[in-house]
Structure formats: structure tokens, C-alpha cells
């Protein structure tokens, strides 16, 4: 079956920690979407990626890095630059350019809970 | 900048009755695309339809609908005949059609839709 997965669902961290989310997706898509989700704050983008080995800043990068070295995967490392890790993070893909809607299709998500 | 606005953070409708999510956006752009997508409680992002801005007929997908104004810049979604599987937070985004970023969507607040049996 196509998908994203995203692993693992649950992530315990301790202040001061970096650590690595990961998204894989099967689905041939060229660009690849990190979010963030809080409580009333809806989902707020943190990287994307538009094709291997490229990717750019989205409106909440501080403290977030990632890396495009494979099509199929866009890991996430939350620094310990991050002062507020906990949330909520979604990984999502979207075909290229060309397509006509470019949906974008989530992952389940990670759980990141700082102790 | 766009921005997307969802103005009722929670609503509530009785199973088989119609409800309707307010969506208003801030564009100076002509052409682009816009989406509802459902948030159920496991959190799995489903999208539920999608409406292009140069298409003057409102997208439709069996029980759920949209009325696009895009004068006005709203984009409300209307479910009928609403069911206990409904019950999820209801996202608004839109979508740039040109631009270095145009692939990226930009989120409402979301709107938390409970269904009474």
C-alpha cells in the first residue's frame, strides 16, 4: 500500500536533547512538508522540501533542521535550540509542480513530548 | 501574505441534520486552490474536498459540499445528512497556483465539529 509513515508515534525527550523524526513516503512524490500542530493554532509550516537535496524555510523553522537526501524520506531534527518542542508533528507529500490540484497527503504524525 | 480564517472554533449539529464551517481568505492572487481537510480524533489529516479558484461551480463530494464566493473570499463547507463519523476538527487551507512556494498550504485554526445523537 502507498503512504507516509512517520515514526515514532510517541517521543519522549529530555530538555536539552536533539531529536529526529522521521517521515518515509512510497507515494513517488517530489515534495515533502513538515508541520507543526498546537492546541487552537491549527498546523504551521516548518520545512518543505520541493526536491531532493533542496529545501527551505517555512514560518517556523527556528530550531527545527532537516535534510532531503533520499526522494522517499525527509527526517526532522528538533534541536535543543527549540525552546518550546511540544506539540504535535505532521509530515506530509504532494506530487510535482505539474500536477493540477498538488494535495498535499499526511502522515499520521508524532507525538514529541519534552520532560 | 495569505491568511485563512475559521471564525467558529467549535460547532455542533444533530446527527442527519445539515451544518455549515465558515472559511474566509486574504489573497491579492486570482488564481489558486482551496481545501477542507477532517482531523478525527487518531489525528490522520483526510482530505475531504477541493474547489479551484477559476471554476465558478461548487465542488461537491456525496454528502459534503462547498459554497465558493470568491468576490466575497469565503469558502464555507457544508455537510448533510451529518453522521457520528463527522465528528472531527475541520481545517480550511489554501494553496498558491505560481511562486517559489506554491506548493504550500496555509492552515486555518481549524473548526471542532461535535454531532449529537
Known amino acids: 500500500d502507498g503512504g507516509i509513515t512517520q515514526s515514532p508515534k510517541y517521543l519522549f525527550r529530555k530538555e536539552g536533547q536533539n531529536v529526529t523524526l522521521s517521515c518515509e513516503q512510497n507515494?513517488?512524490?517530489?515534495?515533502m512538508y513538515w508541520y507543526r500542530q498546537d492546541p487552537g493554532q491549527g498546523l504551521r509550516l516548518i520545512y518543505y522540501s520541493q526536491i531532493v537535496n533542496d529545501f527551505q524555510k517555512g514560518d517556523i523553522a527556528e530550531g527545527y533542521s532537516v535534510s532531503r537526501e533520499k526522494k522517499e524520506s525527509f527526517p526532522l531534527t528538533v534541536t535543543s535550540a527549540q525552546k518550546n518542542p511540544t506539540a504535535f508533528y505532521l509530515c506530509?507529500?504532494?506530487?510535482?509542480?505539474?500536477?493540477?490540484?498538488?494535495?498535499?497527503?499526511f502522515g499520521p504524525g508524532t507525538r514529541l513530548t519534552v520532560l | 501574505a495569505q491568511t485563512v480564517t475559521q471564525s467558529q472554533p467549535e460547532m455542533s449539529v444533530q446527527e442527519a441534520e445539515t451544518v455549515t464551517l465558515s472559511c474566509t481568505y486574504d489573497t491579492s492572487e486570482s488564481d489558486y486552490y482551496l481545501f477542507w481537510y477532517k482531523q478525527p480524533p487518531s489525528r490522520q489529516m483526510i482530505l475531504v474536498i477541493r474547489q479551484e479558484a477559476y471554476k465558478q461551480q461548487n465542488a461537491t463530494e456525496n454528502r459534503f459540499s462547498v459554497n465558493f464566493q470568491k468576490a466575497a473570499k469565503s469558502f464555507s463547507l457544508k455537510i448533510s445528512d451529518s453522521q457520528l463519523g463527522d465528528a472531527a476538527m475541520y481545517f480550511c487551507a489554501y494553496r498558491r497556483l505560481r511562486g517559489g512556494s506554491q506548493g504550500n498550504l496555509i492552515f486555518g485554526k481549524g473548526t471542532k465539529l461535535s454531532v449529537k445523537p
Open positions: 507515494l513517488n512524490h517530489d515534495a
Open positions: 506530509a507529500s504532494s506530487p510535482a509542480r505539474a500536477s493540477s490540484y498538488n494535495e498535499q497527503f
